[in-house]
């Protein structure tokens, strides 16, 4: 029976270069549950040309990822990049200007929110999902995610959702605010929701947030010095 007290969670940096030597092993395991997962995501929604053409480039623009693994098994994941607007260079960033309207970051602007925790990849083992173990892993991984952000100097967190899935309101069940339709994406309809940091909500289940406090607080940390530093640059320059 699949247990989620029993997971071990892990903070990984996405780039190769920038991971402890002792955790090179979970990393090659995480991107390859990511490329499987992803492929078949894509695959499921007709998107077979993408399917087929997925190679690591999606992975590897990301800064960190937190990945749950059973054992020696990955289960679930997501990843994400910092992104700090105030530089123009990052203004132009093709992952904001290609996925979210201009006047998104317009309104955060005139908040003076410059800060961007950018998530993606969103991912659980089929054999994990809540509707075969009745708990929630999505929950953790988007309770961690919020926790990194809180614990960053992150403004906000955005995302695009995948609704078939109901990631949309998995969002909204810890604290997110929708912005706009995203329309189809990748022949799935779409939200853009944002998390504000004082808008956060905890895991509504008790049990499950004691699970997930225990989870971060023992997550091991697979970083080298610079790694960490190069991560957190996006973030807390």
């Not at 090179?24 to 991107?31: I, M, N, V």
């Not at 087929?52 to 590897?60: A, E, I, P, V, Y």
């Not at 530089?87 to 201009?102: C, D, G, K, V, Y």
Request: proline letters at 3%; one cysteine or more.
């Amino acid at each position: 029976m699949n247990t989620i007290a029993t997971l071990h969670c892990y903070l990984l940096p996405a780039k190769i270069d920038f991971c402890a030597p002792s955790y090179y092993t979970q990393h090659e395991k995480a991107y390859r549950f990511w490329h499987q997962n992803i492929q078949s995501a894509l695959q499921e929604e007709k998107n077979d040309d993408v399917a087929k053409q997925l190679g690591s480039d999606l992975f590897f623009e990301n800064d960190e990822m937190v990945v749950l693994f059973d054992d020696e098994h990955p289960i679930g994941l997501f990843m994400f990049r910092w992104i700090n607007r105030r530089f123009l260079m990052n203004r132009e960033l093709s992952a904001l200007t290609h996925r979210f309207p201009p006047n998104l970051f317009t309104s955060l602007a005139e908040k003076n929110l410059y800060h961007i925790m950018l998530m993606a990849h969103l991912s659980v083992h089929p054999a994990w999902r809540k509707s075969v173990i009745n708990a929630g892993v999505s929950d953790l991984l988007v309770d961690f995610s919020l926790r990194r952000l809180l614990e960053s100097k992150g403004d906000v967190l955005i995302t695009t959702t995948r609704n078939n899935r109901g990631t949309n309101t998995l969002g909204f069940r810890h604290g997110a605010v929708k912005y706009a339709n995203a329309g189809k994406v990748l022949n799935v309809d779409s939200d853009i929701i944002v998390f504000y940091r004082d808008k956060v909500k905890p895991i509504e289940s008790s049990a499950l947030q004691a699970i997930a406090n225990n989870l971060w607080q023992t997550r091991k940390i697979g970083m080298v010095a610079q790694g960490v530093a190069s991560a957190s640059a996006g973030a807390e320059c």
